[in-house]
T-cell receptor
Framework: AQKVTQAQTEISVVEKEDVTLDCVYE???????LFWYKQPPSGELVFLIR??????QNEISGRYSWNFQKSTSSFNFTITASQVVDSAVYFC????????????FGEGTQLTVNP | KAGVTQTPRYLIKTRGQQVTLSCSPI?????VSWYQQTPGQGLQFLFE???????NKGNFPGRFSGRQFSNSRSEMNVSTLELGDSALYLC??????????????FGAGTRLSVL
């Protein structure tokens, strides 16, 4: 069965600090997709990134970067020079090729960036 | 392009009543999925519809049902409401049916309170 674990329930940092959100996943499929979503207080889940299981290349997008390591089943997310607007709940999610578009989410990490 | 629209944003019902939630997907998107978000259980998959047919279903009782119309709009119905049904219900749309390679875009949700 598929499972996603985000061990960090809450993280609090001061503006301009770098912060890494951890995500560990479990799956038996060889083809799967990993996602990060952001949920601000408004409630909408905002898509950030998708990575498939055959692409372990790390990605950087502005202040965001993602580190995908199949050997440790991890897909970690780093925000560089955090800003107050980054405060939100961040979810890591997994979708297996055999389970359709069903997303299995982690518990979420509440990130608070203080000025 | 308009995003995923969910109506209403807030609902208050009493135990035993039934409720219908509505979701309009992004224009051109044909797949609609529903998720329930609660503090205790997190984000859980309810079901997915594509071409007016349910393609995938999560582990929820039969009180939870849905449908999709020919214009891809979807409704979710919960009958005989229980206190535990209080949650944020999120709708997501994607271009095509059921594989993880399709990115799901979420609406802002309907917050249901059952008294």
């Amino acid at each position: 069965a598929q499972k996603v674990t985000q061990a960090q329930t809450e993280i609090s940092v001061v503006e301009k600090e770098d912060v890494t959100l951890d995500c560990v996943y479990e799956t038996r499929d060889t083809t799967y997709y990993l996602f990060w979503y952001k949920q601000p207080p408004s409630g909408e889940l905002v898509f950030l990134i998708r990575r498939n299981s055959f692409d372990e290349q790390n990605e950087i997008s502005g202040r965001y970067s993602w580190n995908f390591q199949k050997s440790t089943s991890s897909f970690n997310f780093t925000i560089t020079a955090s800003q107050v607007v980054d405060s939100a709940v961040y979810f890591c999610a997994l979708s297996e090729e055999t389970s359709g578009s069903r997303l299995t989410f982690g518990e979420g990490t509440q990130l608070t960036v203080n000025p | 392009k308009a995003g995923v629209t969910q109506t209403p944003r807030y609902l208050i019902k009493t135990r035993g009543q039934q409720v219908t939630l509505s979701c309009s997907p992004i224009s051109g998107h044909r797949s609609v999925s529903w998720y329930q978000q609660t503090p205790g259980q997190g984000l859980q998959f309810l079901f997915e519809y594509f071409s007016e047919t349910q393609r995938n279903k999560g582990n929820f009782p039969g009180r939870f049902s849905g449908r999709q119309f020919s214009n891809s709009r979807s409704e979710m119905n919960v009958s005989t409401l229980e206190l535990g049904d209080s949650a944020l219900y999120l709708c997501a749309s994607s271009l095509a049916k059921g594989t993880g390679r399709n990115i799901q875009y979420f609406g802002a949700g309907t917050r249901l309170s059952v008294l």
